[in-house]
């Protein structure tokens, strides 16, 4: 009776979840194995569509730079936000005053859409039009004016603080539910044991978000190597041409887009999920490795 | 009763959601309606106007135009093609853009079905047509040109005129660019643009047709001088363009340009009207760039290539019907109205734009035309060749490669899937 019941209860979650997330995620690995005519499956390709992504010019060396702006975009995003967001998560926990506020704040942008973000700064940084380089002349600065977008040295760099702009909001909240869930005796002690502020918050508090820090470099970790919709508003994508000023923001999701929907190839299908296999993977395993090193860190702690 | 109203309601709307429109008669009884997909929902209304003629005269047939948006268009349309519920006429893309739906045996040929299609060039034609078997899968129906825009009240501001010599053209734009005037508004970052403005400054250094024609054949191959050359073009010209070409997308130069802070602008006939949508003002006139140095012509060469056809799809239930539609859109009462309601150049012979600076690219399309070679030629096998250029140009206007290094990735991306028909 009772197995019968639980049945019941899960069946109806995990139909959702096989018809939804399994189906998809098994249908785009089959896909991957197989060629494509447009929406006709040809043939069997076996490992053909993964080795057209190594060896097909020039893709394989849009993948090479994608994967290292990926990368550079993640630890970008990764040290602006636990650096920032833990500052301001610091400071908003030692205020009376405002906390709320702030807090709501900070998280507003988290609440807009990526694609929304990118459109907005779009038009802020816009070379000719826009305010950002029309306040910098008027405050002098004219000589530091750029298109900021437009310029292969900036490009990326602007990309990593509008991300880390918009999702800062999320590590404050995560890191302020952590600092206050730190019980108040463990500070006391030091104190009385003679800490300073600062070899308080090194040796109790940064201890203590572990945890914190750790979901949340996984969870920039699985945004950035999947983050699409910030650059390609900002920066458009056409054809499978890389995205940004020579390539310069080009991510791996981009590529998947380009080659899946744009590029126009007849195996479109067969690559596309070839890429979005091996990201998957790749997303997957470090996702997993990661969590099980905070795990393990956090185990050594209690 | 009640159940069966239900499910006859489930199925009523089963169907709407299939987009089926294409078998349902009417209870006039024998009048058949035709689904026709298009990538233009702005031109909505304007279709409207234009089947609503065609609906007069042939009475039992209904014309449904449903556009869908341009950027998700092939991709629903792949779909609607294999199953229940497609057009039965649709707008197709061209040359390399076609051949995936041609190959998976989607579309209906046309020879000898459409009589019409004698009303077209030979060189039309060859937009819609099955690279493999050679046969012609849609009526052509409009053909772009690209050219150099230039601001008449700019230029009479600072007494110029539209140049005639390579030598004047830079002069001009020295002069243009000592008064803080930009002298051509060209975007880096939509990069499609970028193939079209090499081919706009480069092709008579190139040769146009002639290299096509060589180039095809396999007598050259991108790495030769005369293209590497042209590429370089490009490069040469760079102090007269934006120097934050790189940030600037199309609507923004079109600003630039369409606000008198830009004096000229390599544009397609497309650009036109959102332009004067910018300025209903604007005094425009259009040229094309004189022979550049070293050119192998000695005249200027317009750029031109088909947009789009019109097709069949093997499917439809309606194939009578749809074949009247495809007669009537290759006749010259059909053309008009894609010249004077679209805006578009239409490419039925002897039709003629009623805007005058559209019928003057018309005339010297048809006097000294030059293909977009990478869209027209190289979009067959990917890489395409207009991605392959587009990045390389990108980088040599960002210094990061120079035009030799361009033209042998260009040949090295193309290579990979191309062969020259020998010789």
């Given at each position: 009776?009772?197995?019968?019941?639980?049945i019941?209860f899960?069946?109806p979650?995990?139909a959702?979840?096989?018809?939804?997330?399994?189906?998809?995620?098994?249908?785009?690995?089959?896909?991957?194995?197989w060629?494509?005519?447009?929406?006709?499956?040809?043939?069997?390709?076996?490992?053909?569509?993964?080795r057209s992504?190594?060896?097909?010019?020039?893709?394989?060396?849009q993948?090479?730079?994608?994967?290292w702006?990926?990368?550079?975009?993640?630890?970008g995003?990764?040290?602006?936000?636990?650096?920032?967001?833990?500052?301001?998560?610091?400071?908003?926990?030692?205020?009376?005053?405002?906390?709320?506020?702030?807090?709501?704040?900070?998280?507003?942008?988290?609440?807009?859409?990526?694609?929304?973000?990118?459109?907005?700064?779009?038009?802020?940084l816009?070379p000719?039009f826009g305010?950002v380089?029309?306040?910098?002349?008027?405050?002098?600065l004219?000589?530091?004016?750029?298109?900021?977008?437009?310029?292969p040295?900036?490009?990326?760099?602007?990309?990593?603080?509008i991300?880390?702009?918009?999702y800062?909001?999320?590590?404050?909240?995560l890191?302020?539910?952590?600092?206050?869930?730190?019980?108040?005796?463990?500070?006391?002690?030091?104190?009385?044991d003679?800490?300073?502020a600062?070899?308080?918050?090194?040796?109790?508090?940064?201890?203590?978000?572990?945890?914190?820090?750790?979901?949340?470099?996984?969870?920039?970790?699985?945004?950035?190597?999947?983050?699409?919709?910030?650059?390609?508003?900002?920066?458009g994508?056409?054809?499978?041409?890389?995205?940004?000023?020579?390539?310069?923001?080009?991510l791996?999701?981009?590529?998947?887009?380009r080659?899946?929907?744009?590029?126009?190839g007849?195996?479109?299908?067969?690559?596309?999920?070839?890429?979005?296999?091996?990201?998957?993977?790749?997303?997957f395993g470090?996702?997993?490795?990661?969590?099980?090193?905070?795990?393990?860190?956090?185990?050594?702690?209690? | 009763?009640?159940?069966?109203r239900?499910?006859?309601?489930v199925?009523?709307?089963?169907?709407?959601?299939?987009?089926?429109s294409?078998?349902?008669?009417?209870?006039?009884g024998?009048?058949?309606?035709?689904?026709?997909?298009?990538?233009?929902?702005?031109?909505a209304?304007?279709?409207?106007?234009?089947?609503?003629?065609f609906?007069?005269s042939?009475?039992?047939?209904?014309?449904?135009?449903?556009?869908?948006?341009?950027?998700?268009?092939?991709?629903?349309?792949?779909?609607?093609?294999?199953?229940?519920g497609g057009?039965?006429?649709?707008?197709?893309?061209?040359?390399?853009g076609?051949?995936?739906?041609?190959?998976?045996?989607?579309?209906?040929?046309?020879?000898?079905?459409v009589?019409?299609?004698?009303?077209?060039?030979?060189?039309?034609?060859?937009?819609?047509?099955?690279?493999?078997?050679?046969?012609?899968?849609?009526?052509?129906?409009?053909?772009?040109?690209?050219?150099?825009?230039?601001?008449?009240?700019?230029?009479?501001?600072?007494?110029?005129?539209?140049?005639?010599?390579?030598?004047q053209m830079?002069?001009?734009?020295?002069?243009?660019?000592?008064?803080?005037?930009?002298?051509?508004?060209?975007?880096?970052?939509?990069?499609?643009?970028?193939?079209?403005?090499?081919?706009?400054?480069?092709?008579?250094?190139?040769?146009?047709?002639?290299?096509?024609?060589?180039v095809?054949?396999?007598?050259?191959?991108?790495?030769?001088?005369?293209?590497?050359?042209?590429?370089?073009?490009?490069?040469?010209l760079?102090?007269?363009?934006?120097?934050?070409?790189m940030?600037?997308?199309?609507?923004?130069?079109?600003?630039?340009?369409?606000?008198?802070?830009?004096?000229?602008?390599?544009?397609g006939s497309?650009?036109?009207?959102?332009?004067?949508?910018?300025?209903?003002?604007?005094?425009?006139?259009a040229?094309?760039?004189p022979?550049?140095?070293?050119?192998t012509?000695?005249?200027?060469?317009?750029?031109?290539?088909?947009?789009?056809?019109?097709?069949?799809?093997?499917k439809?239930k309606?194939?009578?019907?749809?074949?009247?539609?495809?007669?009537?859109?290759?006749?010259?009462?059909?053309?008009?109205?894609?010249?004077?309601?679209?805006?578009?150049v239409?490419?039925?012979?002897?039709v003629?734009?009623?805007?005058?600076?559209?019928?003057?690219?018309?005339?010297?399309?048809?006097?000294?035309?030059?293909?977009?070679?990478?869209?027209?030629?190289?979009?067959?096998?990917?890489?395409?060749?207009?991605?392959?250029?587009?990045?390389?140009?990108?980088?040599?206007l960002?210094?990061?490669?120079?035009?030799?290094?361009?033209?042998?990735?260009?040949?090295?991306g193309?290579?990979?899937?191309?062969?020259?028909?020998?010789?």
């Amino acid at each position: 009776m009772r197995w019968r019941t639980a049945i019941a209860f899960v069946l109806p979650a995990f139909a959702l979840y096989s018809v939804f997330i399994v189906y998809p995620l098994v249908s785009a690995l089959a896909d991957s194995f197989w060629s494509w005519e447009g929406t006709a499956r040809t043939g069997f390709a076996g490992l053909d569509n993964f080795r057209s992504l190594f060896t097909q010019f020039p893709l394989n060396h849009q993948l090479r730079a994608a994967f290292w702006h990926t990368v550079l975009f993640f630890v970008g995003t990764m040290i602006v936000q636990n650096t920032f967001g833990l500052l301001i998560a610091v400071l908003l926990h030692e205020r009376k005053f405002g906390k709320r506020f702030l807090q709501a704040a900070y998280a507003l942008p988290y609440l807009i859409g990526a694609l929304v973000v990118g459109y907005l700064w779009n038009l802020l940084l816009s070379p000719e039009f826009g305010p950002v380089n029309k306040a910098m002349s008027d405050v002098g600065l004219g000589s530091l004016t750029r298109a900021w977008l437009g310029d292969p040295s900036t490009a990326l760099p602007v990309v990593i603080l509008i991300n880390a702009w918009h999702y800062i909001g999320f590590p404050i909240l995560l890191f302020g539910a952590a600092l206050a869930g730190q019980p108040q005796e463990f500070g006391d002690a030091s104190r009385v044991d003679g800490a300073n502020a600062w070899q308080r918050f090194r040796l109790i508090t940064l201890p203590l978000l572990l945890p914190a820090i750790g979901l949340v470099s996984i969870l920039t970790f699985i945004s950035c190597f999947n983050a699409f919709e910030l650059v390609y508003a900002l920066s458009g994508s056409q054809g499978n041409q890389p995205t940004g000023p020579g390539g310069a923001t080009d991510l791996l999701g981009l590529i998947f887009y380009r080659v899946a929907f744009q590029e126009g190839g007849e195996n479109a299908i067969g690559q596309s999920s070839a890429i979005a296999v091996l990201m998957f993977l790749l997303i997957f395993g470090v996702a997993v490795l990661a969590n099980w090193y905070f795990r393990r860190r956090e185990a050594l702690l209690t | 009763m009640r159940t069966r109203r239900l499910l006859a309601m489930v199925a009523a709307s089963a169907l709407a959601v299939a987009g089926i429109s294409a078998c349902t008669s009417s209870s006039g009884g024998s009048k058949v309606t035709l689904s026709v997909w298009s990538w233009r929902p702005e031109d909505a209304a304007t279709y409207k106007q234009m089947f609503a003629s065609f609906e007069k005269s042939h009475k039992n047939i209904n014309v449904e135009f449903k556009p869908y948006k341009a950027t998700d268009y092939n991709t629903i349309l792949s779909t609607g093609l294999t199953q229940a519920g497609g057009p039965d006429v649709m707008q197709l893309r061209s040359y390399g853009g076609l051949q995936p739906l041609i190959k998976a045996g989607r579309l209906a040929a046309l020879d000898g079905k459409v009589s019409g299609l004698s009303n077209f060039d030979p060189s039309a034609l060859e937009g819609a047509k099955g690279k493999q078997d050679g046969k012609v899968y849609g009526v052509p129906l409009e053909m772009s040109t690209f050219q150099i825009y230039y601001n008449k009240d700019v230029f009479s501001k600072y007494g110029l005129q539209a140049p005639t010599t390579w030598d004047q053209m830079i002069t001009d734009a020295k002069k243009l660019k000592d008064n803080g005037v930009t002298p051509f508004a060209t975007s880096g970052k939509d990069t499609w643009l970028l193939p079209l403005y090499d081919d706009a400054f480069g092709a008579t250094r190139y040769g146009g047709p002639e290299f096509e024609k060589k180039v095809l054949s396999g007598q050259v191959d991108f790495t030769d001088p005369a293209y590497t050359a042209a590429l370089d073009v490009l490069g040469q010209l760079k102090p007269y363009f934006p120097k934050d070409m790189m940030g600037l997308g199309e609507t923004d130069v079109q600003t630039l340009f369409a606000t008198g802070k830009a004096a000229m602008i390599p544009e397609g006939s497309f650009a036109l009207a959102p332009m004067k949508a910018i300025n209903p003002n604007l005094n425009l006139g259009a040229f094309n760039a004189p022979p550049a140095p070293g050119a192998t012509v000695d005249h200027p060469l317009e750029v031109g290539w088909v947009d789009a056809s019109f097709g069949m799809n093997v499917k439809s239930k309606h194939q009578k019907e749809a074949l009247e539609l495809l007669n009537w859109m290759a006749t010259s009462e059909f053309g008009q109205m894609v010249a004077d309601d679209l805006k578009q150049v239409s490419l039925v012979k002897g039709v003629q734009s009623s805007d005058e600076l559209l019928k003057q690219m018309v005339t010297d399309y048809r006097a000294n035309p030059t293909p977009y070679m990478m869209l027209v030629d190289f979009r067959y096998g990917t890489p395409l060749g207009s991605d392959l250029a587009a990045t390389g140009l990108q980088n040599m206007l960002l210094g990061k490669q120079n035009a030799q290094a361009v033209s042998s990735d260009i040949q090295k991306g193309i290579s990979q899937w191309f062969k020259p028909t020998g010789g």
